[in-house]
C-alpha cells in the first residue's frame, strides 16, 4: 500500500485509537497525524503500517499529554459543523463508550482500543510486549467492567 | 446511563450481545464522524513535499531528525543511539503515562506515589524533547537523566508502602502489577546516563556547545 492510500484509509481510524487511550479529538488528530509525519520519513522500512502506525500515534499522545508547556486549556472545541452530523443520543452514546473505556484499568483500556480496530489477541500481545493469555484476561476483565460501567450488565452479572 | 442503554439491553437476551451491540455502533459511529469531519487531503498536503499530489518516494532523511520514534518494526536500519535512547524513553513514557494520567483511576490505596510518577513521566518527556530537539548540553541530560532516576525510585518507595497498607488483596494484587511495571523499567533504566553520556562524546562543548548532541 503506498502512503497516501494508507493515510486516507488509515486516519480516521487512527484518531479513533488514540481517542479510545483517552485523547480529546484534538488531541488525537495531532497525535494521529504526527505519527503518519514520522511514518512518511521510513515508510519503506515499516512491515506492518497499522500497528506501526498505531504504536507511534499514542506514545506521541502520551507525550504531548505530559510535556508541561502543552496549553491543554486552548484547545478548539469540537466544530458544530462535526456535531450536527450525529444525534444528540449517538453523540451521548459515544461519550458515554469513551468515558466508560477511560475510567477501565490501564491494560483492559489498550487491550480494548486494539481490539476494537480488529487486531486479534496474538498481534495485541506482540504490540503491547504482554503474553497472549493476559491479552484474553484483560479483554474478558474490560468486557465485564465495561457492562457495569455502561448499566448493561445482565442478569449473569449482578 | 442505564437509561440511555436501555434499548441495547431490551434487545439482546444477554448482556454480551447488548454490549458487543452497544460497542459495534459507538465504533463504527465514531468512524463515520471522523471521515466525515476530517479534511484528509489537507491532512496529507501537510506531510507530502508536493502539496499531496501523487505520492513519491520520501528521500531518504538525516538519522535522528525526525525524532521518530522505533515502534512495532524494531529500530530502523539506520537508527542512531540518538534514536535508541529516544526510542527507549518513548517505551518508557507510553508504559507510565497511563498509569499517571488523571483520567486512570488507581487502584484503592494509591496515592502520593502517582505524584512522583507524573513527576517521571513529565521529566522523561523533557528529556526526550530536549535530547532530540538537540536543546540539551551533556550536564542538563545528566541532570535530567538523575531525576527521572531519583523520582522513580521516590514512586516505587511509595507505592510499595501503598501495597504494603492496601486492606484488600485485590487491591494489593493491582498495586503489584503497577509496581512490577515500574521495577523493570528501574532495571532497564541502570545504563541510561552512560547511553546519554556517550551520545555526547562526539562534541566539544567546552569550546562551542553547538550542536549539543551530535548530528
Not at chain 2, 528521500?59 to 527507549?88: F, H
Not at chain 2, 512522583?116 to 550536564?139: K, N
Request: charged fraction near 25%.
Amino acid at each position: 500500500m503506498d502512503f497516501a492510500a494508507c493515510y486516507r484509509a488509515e486516519m480516521p481510524a487512527l484518531v479513533r485509537h488514540v481517542m479510545y487511550h483517552g485523547a480529546a479529538e484534538q488531541e488525537a488528530y495531532d497525535a494521529a497525524q504526527s505519527a503518519f509525519e514520522h511514518a512518511y520519513q521510513v515508510w519503506e522500512t515499516i512491515r506492518n503500517p497499522r500497528a506501526w502506525l498505531r504504536t507511534v500515534a499514542v506514545r506521541a499522545y502520551y507525550r504531548s499529554a505530559v510535556r508541561p508547556e502543552t496549553p491543554t486549556d486552548s484547545l478548539p472545541e469540537q466544530t458544530s459543523e462535526v456535531s450536527a452530523t450525529v444525534g444528540a443520543e449517538d453523540l451521548e452514546q459515544e461519550r458515554a463508550v469513551l468515558a466508560g473505556l477511560a475510567a477501565l484499568p490501564v491494560k483492559q483500556r489498550q487491550v480494548m482500543a486494539w481490539h476494537f480496530d480488529g487486531f486479534a489477541p496474538a498481534e495485541i500481545a506482540q504490540a503491547l510486549d504482554i503474553d497472549p493469555a493476559a491479552v484474553r484476561q484483560n479483554l474478558l476483565k474490560a468486557r465485564r467492567n465495561l457492562k457495569q460501567l455502561l448499566g448493561i450488565a445482565g442478569r449473569e452479572g449482578r | 446511563m442505564k437509561r440511555l442503554f436501555q434499548r441495547h439491553e431490551n434487545q439482546g437476551h444477554n448482556s454480551d450481545a447488548a454490549l458487543d451491540e452497544l460497542l459495534g455502533t459507538v465504533n463504527e459511529q465514531l468512524l463515520t464522524r471522523l471521515t466525515t469531519g476530517l479534511d484528509l487531503d489537507a491532512g496529507l498536503a501537510a506531510i507530502l513535499p508536493d502539496g499531496g499530489g501523487d505520492w513519491t518516494q520520501p528521500q531518504p532523511s538525516e538519522p535522528g531528525s525526525s525524532g521518530a520514534s522505533v515502534a512495532t518494526d524494531g529500530p530502523a536500519p539506520r537508527a542512531t543511539a540518538l534514536d535508541l535512547v529516544a526510542a527507549l524513553l518513548d517505551g518508557w513514557l507510553a508504559t507510565l503515562a497511563p498509569l499517571a494520567s488523571p483520567a486512570t483511576r488507581p487502584p484503592d490505596g494509591v496515592g502520593a506515589s502517582v505524584m512522583s510518577l507524573a513527576a517521571v513521566c513529565r521529566l522523561i518527556a523533557q528529556l526526550h524533547h530536549g535530547l532530540i530537539m538537540r536543546m540539551l548540553d551533556r550536564p542538563s541530560a545528566d541532570r535530567l537523566a538523575r531525576l527521572v532516576e531519583h523520582n522513580l525510585d521516590e514512586a516505587i518507595r511509595l507505592m510499595s508502602g501503598e501495597q504494603r497498607a492496601a486492606r484488600k488483596q485485590r487491591a494489593r494484587d493491582q498495586i503489584g502489577d503497577w509496581l512490577a511495571q515500574l521495577r523493570e523499567i528501574r532495571q532497564d533504566m541502570d545504563d541510561l546516563r552512560p547511553r546519554i553520556a556517550r551520545l555526547f562524546d562526539d562534541s566539544d562543548q567546552t569550546t562551542d556547545p553547538r550542536p549539543r548532541v551530535p548530528r
